[in-house]
Nanobody, 115 residues
Framework: QVQLAESGGGLVQPGGSLRLSCAAS????????MAWYRQAPGKERKKVAR???????NYADFTKGRFTISRDNAKNTVYLQMSSLKPDDTAVYYCNQDPFRSAYWGQGTQVTVSS
């Protein structure tokens, strides 16, 4: 059974940084394209960043160089380093394959950017 467990969210002031983690079990992340997604209240879920199985990365325009996705194969974990955070980044962040698998959605981790 595949489980993806997100962590690392929290309350941060505008301009601050956070690093999110996505620990996996039942799946070897490096064999798949993985992505971080986010869903703000009342809005649809959006893809934030993607890391392909070969390590190639892609980002949504709204990240504008502020976010970095990475993967630690030894820990079977994908990360999202976020800096220069803005209130508009407030959302629940999830990791999943890309394209996503509905059965793999976890609980997500809440990121709140507020002063």
């Amino acid at each position: 059974q595949v489980q993806l467990a997100e962590s690392g969210g929290g309350l941060v002031q505008p301009g601050g940084s956070l690093r999110l983690s996505c620990a996996a079990s039942g799946i070897i992340l490096s064999n798949y394209h993985m992505a971080w997604y986010r869903q703000a209240p009342g809005k649809e879920r959006k893809k934030v960043a993607r890391i392909a199985s070969d390590g190639t990365t892609n980002y949504a325009d709204f990240t504008k160089g502020r976010f970095t996705i990475s993967r630690d194969n030894a820990k079977n974990t994908v990360y999202l380093q976020m800096s220069s955070l803005k209130p508009d980044d407030t959302a629940v962040y999830y990791c999943n394959q890309d394209p996503f698998r509905s059965a793999y959605w976890g609980q997500g981790t809440q990121v709140t950017v507020s002063s």
